[in-house]
């Protein structure tokens, strides 16, 4: 079955500290892939996405994610955090023969401490 | 920033009523989309729709679930008689194309008492 693993389900990180959130899919075939942000009392916004190339791709406020195909990963980075990430991160896959659904992994809540 | 709106954000229902939530897409959008999140669980697929009929559902998108666009603008979820267990955050969501990123609403969290 198609499916969407993240790891960690609470992160708790002090300012500046790095992040890397992890995600992995079930499915060998052509995937497009998201991450996507949702900051407390606000909808799902999209960080960033790979549908196909450079497998190191950047998103929005300082954000970054690798494919490894060969590890069906899609794993977020980000350098330094700060108190404003503090959301909760998705990151959900369009599988081939998906059509057009995001099959989306359970979250992960991301608290910064200042 | 062109957005998608929902409506109510909250709505609380007595089981076996019938509930219609409503959003607005994206203005060039092709693309629309339920999705919904209990509590606790992940955010789950519920039914695409393209060129005036459902692409794809899931297999939560029985015969209690519809979808309409009714006006060219709108585009509704109806609950023909909801259950305990349809209480949920429901997302709407619109895309350019197919297989792209998706513009998500805020939501409607729906209780059914």
Redesign the interface.
Known sequence: AQSVSQHNHHVILSEAASLELGCNYSYGGTV?L?W?VQYPG?????LL?Y?SGDPLVKGIKGFEAEFIKSKFSFNLRKPSVQWSDTAEY?C?V?FSGG?????????TRLAVHP | EP??TQTPSHQVTQMGQEVILRCVPISNHL?F?W?RQILG?????LV?F?NNEI??K?EIFDDQFSVERPDGSNFTLKIRSTKLEDSAMY?C?S?EQ??????????TRLTVV
């Open positions: 497009n998201f996507y606000q909808h799902l916004q999209l996405k549908f998705f959900a369009i059509y057009n659904k995001l099959i989306f992994g359970a979250g | 957005e998608v693309y989309y999705y669980q992940k955010v789950e697929f695409s393209y692409s794809e899931s997302f969501a895309s197919g297989r792209t990123e998706a513009f998500f609403g805020q939501g």
